[in-house]
């Protein structure tokens, strides 16, 4: 049987692989998890993004956990990182995020993470999906009743709480600064514009009209194009993109060219090491990271530490060492010393504060470090169950990786969310790595599709 918990929590096609009824034993199992390792009824956070089928889980979910007892605190629409910091402040016993992040907004997502902001480890997963199994064999698992069925309270008013956080991680104002801001229909339209208006800035807010099914849709960290058309047209000092839950972020810089997660955690690492504040010199980056990222942070004294795709794998390996910056090509950066995850908001408000301290441009960002050209795939798969072991497939990896050589690099791997492969290769022929590519895909194609 599949693992119910991807890289990112529980995703699925709304009503179909994600269901209601899913969502409910998500909700009890949840519950009696953390009433049991707490020793009292449960307090679980609940927050959402602006998905059509967000109300229908959230009610789903705060029945499963009054059913069994707890108390479920309902603080609506805000960003993934406002759940992770509101939890661990209100000393909450975890916090349940309603998103499949950037996409589309038929899709669906439960993701959960423990009372001190983190997201959960895999074992502990892995013992409230064998809950949830329990539950499916015997509903009546944990049922109270009379004064201690659960309850719920709903705190919109917390996000104000989560702006006032933002704010407080940056010493900079940004009188002056004219920016456009990609909200992504999504979790951030509410929360983003207030905190940049906040610290002075001059702000120009697109994609801010969430309407149940325009999150992420041609918009957001996923689709920059109508940003890069809006900085151009308002003359902005740099344009601000968030995906649907917000823990991302991306930039474009004032003369329209694209900002990605490389170049910002590049920059914030070299600033951080000038001052001395980048913890062991080292950053940790995913194996997703352009060869130029690496000889950036090594040619101004730096190292870097890689780990397999995924936030959560940048995170522990950041705690296991005490480093405090880390992040993806893709906008999740972690910044340790304020937060407990990817937060979009706060990595936008890093990079702003380098600019303003460094008084540079924001295209100074996109100049400190050289990108290899790097194409990625997408191959849409029936499974992804046994890629690793095909022959074929095998072969036709080994023979792209001859045909680069040592001047570049290709990496196959599953999605962990969705239904793809993804084949990526990396060299300083853009011509050369569409042809690889598209051999290995097309492989991919025939023997998993």
Not at 25 to 42: H, M, P, Q
Not at 142 to 153: A, S
Request: proline fraction near 3%; include cysteine.
């Amino acid at each position: 049987m599949a693992r119910m918990f991807g890289t990112d929590g529980v995703r699925g096609k709304s009503n179909i692989e994600l269901t209601p009824e899913l969502a409910y034993k998500l909700g009890r199992a949840a519950a009696i998890y953390f009433a049991k390792e707490n020793g009292d009824s449960a307090t679980i956070f609940i927050g959402r993004d602006t998905r059509l089928s967000g109300p229908m889980y959230e009610a789903a979910l705060t029945a499963g956990i009054c059913s069994a007892g707890g108390h479920a605190v309902l603080v609506g629409v805000m960003p993934t990182p406002a759940v992770a910091f509101l939890a661990r402040k209100h000393k909450a016993n975890a916090g349940i995020v309603i998103s499949a992040s950037h996409n589309p907004f038929y899709d669906n997502g439960i993701k959960i993470f423990g009372g001190d902001g983190y997201k959960l480890p895999d074992a502990v997963e892995d013992k409230i999906e064998t809950l949830v199994h329990k539950i499916e064999e015997n509903d009546d698992l944990y049922r109270p009743t009379d004064e201690k069925i659960g309850y719920l309270t709903y705190r919109h008013d917390l996000l104000d709480e989560y702006i006032g956080f933002v704010v407080s991680t940056t010493d900079i104002e940004l009188d002056g600064t004219k920016i456009v801001l990609d909200c992504a229909n999504g979790a951030a339209y509410e929360a983003m514009p207030k905190i940049l208006r906040r610290l002075g800035a001059d702000v120009i807010v697109i994609n801010d009209k969430p309407n149940g099914i325009n999150i992420n849709d041609n918009c957001g960290s996923t689709h920059l194009e109508s940003l890069q058309k809006a900085v151009i047209e308002n003359k902005a000092d740099i344009g601000i993109a968030h995906d649907g839950d917000a823990d991302r972020c991306l930039c474009i810089d004032e003369k329209g060219q694209f900002i990605d997660g490389d170049h910002m955690i590049a920059a914030c690492a070299i600033y951080m090491m000038g001052k001395g504040t980048l913890k062991n010199n080292t950053v940790v980056t995913t194996v997703m990271a352009n060869i130029g990222f690496h000889k950036a942070i090594k040619e101004n004294g730096g190292r870097t530490e890689i780990t397999a795709v995924g936030d959560r794998y940048v995170l522990e390996n950041m705690l296991e060492n005490n480093y405090n910056l880390g992040g993806e090509q893709s906008g999740h950066i972690i910044f340790t010393d304020f937060s407990t995850t990817g937060d979009g908001p706060v990595t936008a408000l890093q990079v702003l504060s380098y600019l303003k301290r460094t008084r540079r441009k924001a295209s100074a960002i996109t100049n400190i470090m050289t990108s290899y050209p790097q194409l990625l795939v997408n191959v849409k798969v029936a499974t992804k169950e046994g890629w690793e072991d095909n022959g074929n497939i095998k072969l036709a990896i080994e023979e792209g990786k001859k045909q680069l050589g040592e001047n570049g690099r290709i990496l196959v791997r599953p999605s962990g969310t969705e239904p793809l492969i993804r084949v990526m290769a990396e060299g300083p022929d853009q011509k050369e790595l569409e042809e690889i590519c598209q051999k290995i895909a097309a492989v991919v194609k025939k023997e998993q599709g």
